[in-house]
Every structure is written in structure tokens, then in C-alpha cells.
């Protein structure tokens, strides 16, 4: 792929990206910002929460995953539908009942001020870790594609593309990120099918032939069964998943936004179940995708690299037609740039409403703490980029990535608590154990081979540090008058 088609597909998503958000941001004020004036059609923002549920990551590491773990992620996606309506018929109503911002005013109104900010503190860390790895991905592929062959040192790749996020994003905010997120979603959905076709034809494949090569495959099989201990075992991927999308979903800020700009409840409600069967549905195309590069590599006797190089590697090196490789960074890109602006918005929105406290302002002082915190957070998001840059060895990426999952954890345990019981902990001990329980789950889940017969904890780790959470706040609580 030459380096003039990879500049021309860039300017071209950038100026698409433009022109979206400032379509979008026309007559936005301070307050509509945060909550995208709550008149959000369902239909747009249940596609957009398709887009908001996948980043770059995603977009690279799903098809080459299907080597090691065959279709088995769409066990998880059957959790995933449980969650779903877990969100929809609990936390939505609970959310549009209070009129909240941020979601972690909940616990403002359940147990008070340190909840409130332990919460927010918890998801900030979270979020500006996590969407730093998803942008850092695509700013190592950018570096190899592009920007080394024009000797651009890596923090002005990181610069650049969080210099641009930053403009797409300060206007707008939730309304400019819910359309971009839509037009992600429909780019990826279409490279992806579009590569799909075209692999197929390289393959000298009809449909109902790649089909049948997909299904008796290797990589084809779903459900397993058999061995409890095997982190694919069908009930842990299917329970972590519920408790997973109820954590990272409806308990984060970044991806409730989207939905919580709907008009009504009911409207958010239809717009959730809507979005998650779109999801399982792009989902078996990017793992039917991953079982037709690897099809393919073989019927080659390509030495291709497996895993998260897989895709790019196959569309950009191995003379597919140039479309393949424009398809592919076209749908990185989208989904990467539209994700860290997701991210931004959503850490401005809590660090300004939820750490500052700036929505008892003043509206041109609410506007001025708004303007600088995204700005910061912009410039710390960058900073953190090239951080993963000079330490990106696998074990530090993977440390930081699971750490960031795990502090999804005491906020399930929080909001369980709150809604579940009628007790009321002692604010000094909420900070403690929401500290204490994903210290104490990641030492569990190191030693649980060792300690449990052999068990190796798999995403379900986050149920234990909800329960830790959860018998914490309960030990150290009263009934509430």
C-alpha cells in the first residue's frame, strides 16, 4: 500500500470527521456539552453504541483471536445480551428518574460526597488508561505505515492525533461524538464486509463455499463445554459477560453518554436492545472475517504473523487489491479516532461536573472549567501515549489494561449495593474498600491455580471484586433511616 493512498485515506476520514462534527455542533451551549440536549433519535444512538462498544483494539484483535480461541467470544456476547437488559430495565430508569449527568451522581444521592468522587476517581483512572492503549494502537500502526518513512518522531504522531480529537470534540461534545460514532460504526461495518467479499474472491469462493470452509474449521467452534478450568468454558464466559457489560457499559460514563441523549427513558431503553443485537451480529463478521484470513494464509503458504498483526498485515502486505488495505486503516482509524474523542468527552463531563464540581457555577465559569479540563486531559491522554511508546513491552501493556478493568469492579459493587440494600455505609470506609477489593481480587485471581485445584480465574474476575466491594460496604454499614 503506497504512501500517497495511506495520506489520502487519512485526509479523507479527517475531513469526513470535520464536517460530522461541526454539522453536529451547530447551536451547542455549555450545557448541551455534557448531555447532547437530550433529543438524540433512538435509531442513531443505538448505532452509535455500536461504534462506542468497539474501539481499534477491537477492530485488530477479534479477528486474530479466532486462532487460540475459535468463536468462543460469542459466548461472552450471550452474556452481553443479558447485561444489556440488566441496563435497559434497571440502571435507565434509575438514571432518567434522577436526571443525572454523570452517573456517578447516583451515588451522590445514595451515600454522598465520597462515594461520589471515590466513583469518579475510579472511572477516571479507568477510562484515560484504557482509551489511552486503544490510541496508542493505532499510533504504532500509523508510525510503521507512515510516519517513519517521513522520519516523524512518535510523540508528534501521538501529538497530531490527539491535536485532532481535541478539535472535533470542544464544541460539540456528546452531539458531535454520538454522530461520529454512528458514521464509525457504519465505516467499520462496511470494510469489514467489503474485506470479507474480497478475500472470498481471492479465495475463488462463492458464499455458500466460505461458509462451508468457516463452519468446518477449526476455528469455527463456539460453545466449550467440557473443562470448567478452561478460561473459555461456556458458564464463565457467559456470567463474566453479563457482569461485564453491566460494569463497562452501564456503569461508565464514556458509553452510557450516547444512550442517555435520547429523548425519553423508553427511547434509551428500545435503543440499547436494539444496539446489542446489531453488536452480535458486527461481532460474528469480524470473527467470520478472522477464520477467512487464516483460510486464506494457509491456502497461501503465507508466513504471516498471527494475532493482533494478522489483519493488517494480510491487507496491506500480501497483494490483496489496494481497496483491502485502504478498507482496513479506514476502519482502524474510524474507530479509533472516534473512540478517543468518546473517551475525552466522557472524562470532561465527570472530572468537571464530578471532581470540580463546576455545574454549581456560574455559566461562564462552567464553560471555563469545561474548556480547560478537555484541553488537559487531551494533553495528559497524549502524554500517556507516548508513556506506552517508551515502556510498550507486552507485560507492562497487559498489567495496565487488566489493572484498568479491574476498577470496574468496586463501581459494581457500589451501585449493587445501593440498589439492592437500604443500608447506608460509613463514608470514611468507602474510599478503603473500594481500594482494598481489586488489590485483594488480583491477588486471589494470581494464586488461584495454586490455590483452588487448578481454577484459573478468567473476565469473571470482576464478579469477585464486586463481591469483595460489596461485603465491605455491607461490613461497614447501618440500616439507613
Excluded at 13 to 32: D, E, K, P
Excluded at 42 to 51: E, H, I, N, S, T
Excluded at 162 to 186: D, F, H, I, N
Excluded at 279 to 290: E, P, R, S
Aim: include cysteine.
Amino acid at each position: 500500500m503506497s504512501h500517497i493512498a495511506i495520506i489520502l485515506t487519512l485526509a479523507g476520514y479527517v475531513a469526513l470527521l470535520f464536517f460530522v462534527a461541526w454539522l453536529s455542533s451547530r447551536n451547542i451551549t455549555t450545557a448541551t456539552f455534557f448531555t447532547g440536549g437530550r433529543s438524540t433519535p433512538r435509531l442513531v444512538a443505538a448505532v452509535a453504541m455500536v461504534g462506542a462498544a468497539m474501539s481499534g483494539v477491537t477492530y485488530i484483535s477479534v479477528p486474530g483471536s479466532v486462532l487460540g480461541d475459535g468463536f468462543s467470544y460469542l459466548q461472552t456476547c450471550l452474556g452481553f445480551f443479558v447485561g444489556y437488559a440488566v441496563i435497559a430495565f434497571v440502571l435507565i430508569p434509575l438514571y432518567y428518574r434522577l436526571g443525572v449527568v454523570s452517573l456517578y451522581e447516583y451515588l451522590d444521592h445514595r451515600f454522598g460526597i465520597v462515594a461520589h468522587r471515590t466513583g469518579a476517581w475510579f472511572f477516571f483512572v479507568a477510562k484515560i488508561a484504557s482509551a489511552s492503549l486503544r490510541a496508542f494502537v493505532i499510533c504504532v500502526v500509523l508510525q510503521g505505515l507512515l510516519y517513519d518513512h517521513y522520519n516523524i518522531p512518535f510523540w508528534a504522531n501521538a501529538a497530531i492525533m490527539m491535536a485532532l480529537v481535541w478539535l472535533y470534540t470542544r464544541r460539540g461534545g456528546v452531539k458531535s461524538v454520538v454522530w461520529v460514532e454512528m458514521v464509525k460504526t457504519l465505516i467499520m461495518s462496511a470494510s469489514i464486509i467489503l474485506a470479507i467479499i474480497f478475500i472470498i474472491r481471492e479465495l475463488g469462493f462463492n458464499l455458500d463455499e466460505a461458509t462451508r470452509a468457516i463452519t468446518d474449521s477449526d476455528y469455527s467452534q463456539t460453545l466449550f463445554t467440557e473443562n470448567p478450568l478452561d478460561r473459555r468454558y461456556f458458564w464463565k464466559q457467559f456470567v463474566a459477560g453479563i457482569f461485564l457489560v453491566v460494569a463497562m457499559t452501564g456503569l461508565d460514563q464514556d458509553m452510557m453518554q450516547t444512550t442517555l441523549s435520547c429523548r425519553s427513558r423508553g427511547d434509551a431503553q428500545r435503543s440499547m436492545m436494539t444496539s446489542i443485537v446489531i453488536q452480535i451480529v458486527v461481532i460474528t463478521l469480524f470473527l467470520a472475517l478472522g477464520a477467512l484470513l487464516y483460510i486464506f494464509v494457509h491456502a497461501r503458504a503465507i508466513d504471516a504473523p498471527t494475532g493482533d498483526m494478522l489483519f493488517g498485515y494480510v491487507a496491506t502486505e500480501c497483494g490483496l487489491p489496494t481497496a483491502v488495505g485502504v478498507l482496513f486503516l479506514l476502519g482502524l482509524v474510524a474507530s479509533t479516532y472516534s473512540s478517543a474523542g468518546s473517551a475525552l468527552t466522557a472524562l470532561t463531563t465527570s472530572f468537571t461536573h464530578d471532581i470540580l464540581r463546576a455545574e454549581h457555577r456560574p455559566t461562564e465559569k462552567l464553560e471555563r472549567a469545561r474548556s480547560l479540563s478537555h484541553a488537559l486531559i487531551a494533553v495528559v491522554m497524549c502524554s500517556i501515549i507516548v508513556l506506552f511508546h517508551h515502556f510498550s513491552h507486552a507485560g507492562a501493556i497487559t498489567l495496565i489494561f487488566t489493572m484498568a478493568s479491574y476498577t470496574y469492579g468496586p463501581l459494581l459493587g457500589m451501585f449493587a449495593f445501593g440498589i439492592i440494600t437500604r443500608r447506608m455505609p460509613r463514608p470514611a470506609i468507602v474510599p478503603v474498600v473500594a481500594i482494598a477489593s481489586p488489590i485483594i481480587s488480583y491477588i486471589i485471581a494470581s494464586h488461584s491455580k495454586a490455590w483452588f485445584c487448578g481454577y484459573e480465574f478468567s473476565y469473571e474476575v470482576i464478579l469477585l471484586n464486586a463481591v469483595l466491594c460489596f461485603v465491605g460496604l455491607l461490613a461497614g454499614s447501618t440500616r439507613r433511616k
